[in-house]
């Protein structure tokens, strides 16, 4: 499934930020989808989770800030982050377990 973040923006600390992830493809709803994060001159990284039965799961350093969702018939996952840290500015990256990497949208955390 191919996969396309979009959403991204300049948000100062402590504000939100909504992420989307639109994907092509008809077995979408059957996917798994990830959010990964690649910070300036550091290592991609994963974020979260979002099952086809929709179970979800975090990274520590988002669990409690972040929330993945989706809406299958929209063909579409979600990332709403709260209270933002100049830390989670990143190119952020939506990708199914399988599929392969989109581009990615740039989150700036800064006042």
């Not at 910070?39 to 800030?65: F, H, L, M, Q």
Request: charged share 15%.
């Amino acid at each position: 499934v191919q996969l396309q973040a979009s959403g991204g923006g300049l948000v100062q600390p402590g504000g939100s930020l909504r992420l989307s992830c639109a994907a092509s493809g008809s077995i979408f709803s059957r996917n798994a989808i990830h959010w990964y994060r690649q910070a300036p001159g550091k290592e991609r990284v994963w974020v979260a989770i979002i099952t086809s039965r929709g179970t979800t799961i975090y990274a520590d350093s988002v669990k409690g800030r972040f929330t993945i969702s989706r809406d299958n018939a929209k063909n579409t996952v979600y990332l709403q982050m709260n209270s933002l840290k100049p830390e989670d500015t990143a190119v952020y990256y939506c990708k199914s377990t399988d599929g392969p990497w989109g581009q990615g949208t740039l989150v700036t955390v800064s006042s």
